[in-house]
């Protein structure tokens, strides 16, 4: 399942600084960011899912980022079928938040993670209610339960570490892989996001089926997923700034990478 890690400071130039990490088949078919769904709004960009056409991350310079997280729970179904999770991103960036119009989704369970220049939130829905929990100053984490749960796999492990180095306040420099890379060698690319990428560097000496690796490739109860791709991202008043490097071996940071800049 998915990583997200998070930092607020409302009174910052950029409020709100993401490091996220995509698990999915390797088998799924999916393109990097841009602009793909101009009929939705030309200004949205993100990472599209092939399949279903929807996206796992998307972004514009008005207004923010979301990003959405599977989560495990039943969800009932008249016709055992459900909506793509894939449109939630790309509500949250053109104005629809879950449940705000009191109608339930009728995706599988989710955690949709937005980031405004006005701060972060959590929409939550667990096949019975929709919830919102606001992400306060400091850093956090997301899995596939509930925010900052140290119960969670990878929270209770690697939340302290990353709120005890410096968080990144801005946009990143460097593509993923060269920030990963940088932070193994002990450099700093002064650019503020080393902290967080050491921390990534450090996880991977973890099996990548542990429970607790960041960097996955394990058989799940749904089957084969693997950390695909990595996105390093800004969000300010007016500007959205996103890194993103796709892995060619998925769940592996030693091979070839594809970067993008978006």
Sequence with gaps: MCTVV?????????PVTVLALRDESPERPWDPPAAWWPEVDPTVRGVRDRSAGGAWLAASDAAGLAVVLNRAEPVPTDDGTWTTRGVLPLDAVTGTVPGADGQLPTTRAFNLVRATAEGAAVDTWDGTEVRTTVLGPGVHMVTHGAPDDPAAPRIGRWLDAFRGVPAPAGPPVLGPFDELRAADAGTDPGDGWSGWFGVLAASTALPADDPDAILRDAVEPDGHVATLSVVAAAVGR???????????RPGRFDGSVELHRA
């Design 6 to 14: 998070v930092r607020v400071d409302p009174a910052a130039e950029w």
């Design 238 to 248: 007016d500007r959205t700034v996103l890194q993103h490097a796709r892995l060619e």
